[in-house]
């Protein structure tokens, strides 16, 4: 199989080139850029996104081996070292003709399944005729695995918090902003707004799992020309409108993440951190799924819907779009 992700920066050298692989033809203007390399730069000009990766990769073997599963896992990014590209060509070289690939994002839309698609099609055409097939797994948010282990990351937040707050926090799921434009594409269903449904039924589920009734989803990290509208509100600015309401606390869970990488360290564990500490509000913010063993046996289980042809398990009656072979879009206007 083949772990395929963003890919992040492992040094200052790095920062630049990889912001430019990142927006290149996205119309991101470059006062954005220098933000953004600014918030590369305070960690070294390393994301932990690579190492975390590798992580889950580790704990992806140990679960293939423990189930008796003989599968080599390699690793490709769309924007950075190791590049797809040269992975697809390693699996060739390697005589790999059939390989299911994982993406490390749990939603639908652009960036997190389309865009994944067009790397594995460029990919492909990069090593030629010698390319193995790619069958992509599928968009995972409703998994129960997923699920479970979001609720207990939220759990274990709010025991975090102090007595007289925990009781009053409030619970604000984050994901990352994008586009209204891209969000409203049809869809695999043909009913629009696929990734901000998905995030709001993921949402939904984990607060269901955690037994809490009132709740909120945010969006952060918007990025493009400021005349752009993109989901809102942005997380800071809801912190502002939950301290106007009297919310002593907040939970944050970061849902639309897999692993603690830079939109999560930065955004949330600096700039969201710092805004509830001027308001006074007490904050803090849930763990990341991607290090939960739940999370190698949830990847485990959508490769063995492929091998075993076991039934998919879904808390949500959304469609299981997603998953298509070498590139092909999950649907049609899909994403
Ligand atoms: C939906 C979504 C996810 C979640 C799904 C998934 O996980 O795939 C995600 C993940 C990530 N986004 C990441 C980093 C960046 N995203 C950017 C820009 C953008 N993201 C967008 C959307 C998403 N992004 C969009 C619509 C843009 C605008 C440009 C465009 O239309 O494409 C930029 C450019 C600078 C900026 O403008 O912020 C950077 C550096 C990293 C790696 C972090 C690290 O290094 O640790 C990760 C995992
Ligand atoms: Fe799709």
């Given amino acids: 199989m083949l772990l395929l992700s963003f890919g992040g920066p492992e ?13 290149r033809g996205r119309g991101v203007p470059p006062e954005r850029l220098d933000e953004v390399a600014e918030h590369y730069l305070h960690f070294g000009g390393v ?47 390697d005589g790999v003709r059939r390989a299911l690939v994982f993406a490390t994002s749990a939603w639908g839309g652009y960036s997190g399944c389309k865009q994944y698609h067009e790397d594995i099609a460029r990919a492909r055409a990069a090593v030629g005729e010698r390319a193995p097939e790619l069958v992509k797994l599928r968009q995972f948010f409703d ?6 282990a979001t609720a ?38 043909g009913r629009g707004q696929w990734y901000s449904r998905q995030v709001a039924e993921a949402a939904r589920l984990v607060a269901e799992a955690v037994g809490v009734d009132g709740y909120d989803v945010v969006w ?34 970061p849902i639309g993440f897999v ?27 849930a763990a990341t799924v991607g290090p939960d063993p739940r999370f190698a046996k949830l990847v ?18 959304m469609l299981a779009a997603g998953c298509t072979l070498n590139g092909e879009p999950c ?5």
């Fill in 47 to 93: 994301s932990p996104i690579n190492r975390l990766n590798r992580d889950i990769i580790a704990a992806v073997e140990a679960e293939l081996a423990a189930q008796g599963r003989k599968l080599p896992v390699y690793f490709g990014n769309r924007n950075w070292h190791p590049m797809i590209e040269d992975t697809v060509a390693q699996m060739a070289d």
């Fill in 152 to 189: 207990d990351a939220v759990r274990e937040a709010f025991a975090e918090l102090e007595p007289g707050q925990r009781e009053r926090a409030r619970l604000v799921f984050t994901a990352h902003s994008i586009p209204l434009k891209a969000d409203a594409l049809e869809g695999p269903d």
């Fill in 143 to 148: 998994h129960p695995l997923f699920v479970e």
């Fill in 220 to 253: 952060q990290s918007r990025s493009g020309p400021p005349q752009v509208p993109w989901l809102e509100p942005d997380v800071c600015d809801h912190l502002a409108d939950l301290h106007g309401r009297g919310v002593p606390a907040v939970v944050i869970s």
């Fill in 259 to 285: 692993s603690d990488h830079l939109e999560v360290i930065w955004d949330l564990d600096n700039e969201a951190r710092d805004k509830a500490a001027e308001l006074g509000m007490g904050f803090v913010r």
């Fill in 300 to 317: 485990v289980e959508l490769v063995a819907e492929h091998i075993d042809e076991i039934r998919p398990r879904k808390l949500s009656p």
């Fill in 331 to 335: 649907a049609p206007g899909c994403c």
């Fill in 11 to 23: 040094g200052p050298q790095d920062v630049r080139p990889f912001l430019e692989n990142v927006t």
